[in-house]
């Protein structure tokens, strides 16, 4: 089992940065398909980025391509998220997920991850 806690939500004017953090308990992060999600205010939870164990393979949503970067650094259990160019349309609150999927497919697919954090609001001023 893994426990995540994700940082570094906040309030930014569009065309910002913001970068979010998840930080990882246990040993085994590095077994761990990771990814982000978002859920804006009276909205379902939608797909942003998904990175594989090794960091190698990365997955965005249209949305957000070109904007947003994930990586993770197994040695610190962590997974971040570099968001550019913010947009009003981008205010949600983020969380954190980590799947033990080994399929090809299910990156964008929330009910393929295990384990969730809590959430981080981030909110776009226009």
């Known amino acids: 089992q893994v426990q995540l806690v994700e940082s570094g939500g906040g309030l930014v004017q569009a065309g910002g940065s913001l970068r979010l953090s998840c930080v990882a308990s246990?040993?085994?992060?590095?077994?761990?398909?990771m990814g982000w999600f978002r859920q804006g205010p009276g909205e379902e939870r939608e797909f942003v980025a998904a990175i594989s164990r090794s960091g190698g393979r990365t997955y965005y949503a249209d949305s957000v391509k070109g904007r947003f970067t994930i990586s993770r650094d197994n040695a610190k259990n962590t997974v971040t998220l570099q968001m550019n160019s913010l947009k009003p349309e981008d205010t949600a609150v983020y969380y954190c997920a980590a799947s033990t999927n080994w399929a090809s497919t299910g990156w964008a697919v929330g009910s393929q991850y295990d384990y969730w954090g809590q959430g981080t609001q981030v909110t776009v001023s226009s």
């Open positions: 246990g040993r085994t992060f590095s077994s761990y398909r």
